[in-house]
């Protein structure tokens, strides 16, 4: 299934997960959205998706702020006219133990890992309803099933975030969106550093990028719900 010319806003673009999606996103030659809150590293990001044939739009944006996402969704609809793909990957992570977990720090992950995706995806339903059609791909993690010592506050708003994309998964198919969540295990990236593993026994960005694509290149009529992303052998 071709992907050329479809609109996609990625949020958490600038780097790591987020802009090995839209770099993949410009590979087939579409319009990307790229938006995260340092200006700089997005402007970056947006002259590489220009340079492999995409089309891009930078927005600075806080994902957990409202009037970002209304401001993200008015321009995205006022530079492109549609939004076919919305991925929320843009997300955060404080590791302590419970007694040790900042109030701030539990706060601030649960606006940008879960208020955000809500904020994002509410307002992007009634353009992609009106379309009928649409794909929503929200970047989760296997910590959203499991558990670990120092990972209360972050698995929580991962565990928060499955949940929120089945629901969401069963209302929006009546409008021909499909929704889908993929939940990848440790990835070798600036949120997630592993010196002295062997790199090619990781995951990689590009591996949760390669994911989301096979999603959207399914049939229409076919949805792939959720996926687990795990690294072959990494010992």
């Known amino acids: 299934m071709s992907l050329e010319g479809q609109v996609a806003i990625v949020t958490g673009a600038s780097k790591g997960i987020g802009k090995a999606i839209a770099l993949s996103f410009a590979k087939e030659k579409m319009k990307v959205v790229l938006a995260a809150r340092t200006k700089s590293e997005l402007e970056k990001a947006a002259r590489e998706v220009n340079q492999l044939g995409g089309e891009s739009l930078p927005i600075p944006v806080d994902v957990s702020r409202e009037e970002n996402i209304t401001q993200l969704?008015?321009?995205?609809?006022?530079?492109?006219?549609?939004?076919?793909?919305?991925?929320?990957?843009?997300?955060?992570?404080?590791?302590?133990?419970?007694?040790?977990?900042?109030?701030?720090?539990?706060?601030?992950?649960?606006?940008?890992?879960?208020?955000g995706v809500f904020?994002?995806?509410?307002?992007?339903?009634?353009?992609?309803?009106?379309?009928?059609?649409?794909?929503?791909?929200?970047?989760?993690?296997?910590?959203?099933?499991?558990?670990?010592?120092?990972?209360?506050?972050?698995?929580?708003?991962?565990?928060?975030?499955?949940?929120?994309?089945?629901?969401?998964?069963?209302?929006?198919?009546?409008?021909?969106?499909?929704?889908?969540?993929?939940?990848?295990?440790?990835?070798?990236?600036?949120?997630?550093?592993?010196?002295g593993k062997d790199p090619a026994k990781i995951l990689h960005s590009q591996d949760v990028a390669d994911a989301v694509l096979t999603i959207l290149r399914l049939p229409s009529n076919a949805l792939m719900s959720e996926v687990d992303l795990r690294p072959t052998n990494p010992k």
């Open 119 to 195: 904020l994002c995806t509410q307002a992007v339903l009634p353009y992609m309803k009106n379309q009928k059609s649409g794909a929503i791909i929200n970047i989760s993690s296997l910590a959203g099933k499991n558990f670990f010592k120092g990972g209360s506050g972050y698995a929580a708003t991962k565990w928060a975030l499955n949940g929120f994309t089945k629901c969401l998964m069963l209302e929006a198919r009546e409008y021909d969106i499909r929704v889908s969540v993929v939940c990848p295990g440790s990835v070798a990236t600036e949120f997630s550093p592993h010196s």
């Open 73 to 115: 969704v008015s321009q995205t609809l006022e530079n492109f006219g549609k939004i076919d793909v919305l991925i929320n990957n843009a997300g955060m992570g404080v590791f302590a133990p419970v007694d040790e977990l900042r109030v701030d720090d539990f706060d601030r992950m649960f606006s940008i890992n879960m208020r």
